[in-house]
């Protein structure tokens, strides 16, 4: 019981001192809308573009909300040492990092629904199939969490933080299937395209909102949580062997 007071705890302390935050608040909705508005106008298509366009900007709101937000807080408490206090926490490791990262992993799902809410007053989204999307909302924004806690445990500043995520970022936009799909992209680039765990949660969403998957939803999934699995242990690694002394 004192284990999840204490998860519970953090998590709570977390929300109130970052995402909910005024200007966090806004972010976290301007900054999907900017990229609903910005892909919609250049798609020039007409409504019909929205399904389409919808799983790609998606992903995007989850993936810059939870890697940005992770960069400042872990960063941040770490260069401060309060992370050293959350140490002596009566929990195991895993479940301190799990606390730390709840939040930015209900901010991700949060930025999600952003787009989706625009979207539904101007498209018909009653085909979509929410069965899917919501488990694939959640693992992405959880697996672009622990990539964010990777880069955020491998740096000491928080800026270092934001530059090493823009190295993923920004070409997860165009080689991952979000817009351009994976099959127009050069042979020699493909390869990328599946080492990177976003690829594999755009295609359920493309799959659940318009039926334009690649691959199986099974086939999917199981990757999203193997990369979810892989990046929380390696970044549980460089926290024992870089911050515990």
């Not at 993936?63 to 940005?68: I, K």
């Not at 693992?139 to 800026?159: D, R």
């Not at 530059?163 to 070409?171: G, I, Q, V």
Request: aromatic letters at 14%.
């Amino acid at each position: 019981m004192n284990r999840w007071i204490a998860f519970s705890s953090i998590l709570l302390k977390d929300v109130r001192t970052y995402y909910l935050k005024p200007p966090n608040i806004s972010w976290g909705m301007i900054f999907p809308l900017a990229w609903t508005g910005m892909f919609f106008i250049r798609a020039g298509h007409g409504l019909d573009s929205i399904p389409d366009l919808l799983p790609g900007v998606m992903t995007i709101s989850i993936l810059f909300g939870t890697t940005s937000m992770l960069a400042v807080t872990i960063t941040f408490e770490k260069r401060q040492r309060s992370f050293d206090r959350l140490l002596l926490a009566p929990i195991p490791l895993e479940l301190l990092m799990l606390a730390k990262t709840s939040g930015a992993i209900l901010f991700g799902v949060a930025n999600a629904f952003v787009p989706v809410v625009i979207a539904s007053f101007l498209a018909d989204l009653s085909g979509v199939a929410w069965a899917l999307v919501m488990p694939a909302i959640i693992l992405i924004a959880i697996v672009s969490t622990f990539l964010g806690l990777f880069i955020a445990v491998s740096v000491s500043q928080a800026f270092e933080a934001q530059t090493f995520s823009n190295f993923f970022r920004f070409p997860m936009i165009f080689l991952c299937g979000l817009f351009i799909p994976i099959a127009t992209l050069p042979v020699f680039i493909r390869p990328l395209s599946y080492v990177l765990p976003v690829t594999y949660g755009a295609d359920i969403l493309h799959g659940a909102v318009h039926g334009g998957n690649v691959m199986s939803f099974t086939l999917n999934f199981l990757i999203l949580g193997a990369f979810c699995i892989g990046l929380f242990g390696l970044s549980l690694r460089n926290i024992k062997r870089k911050w515990i002394v």
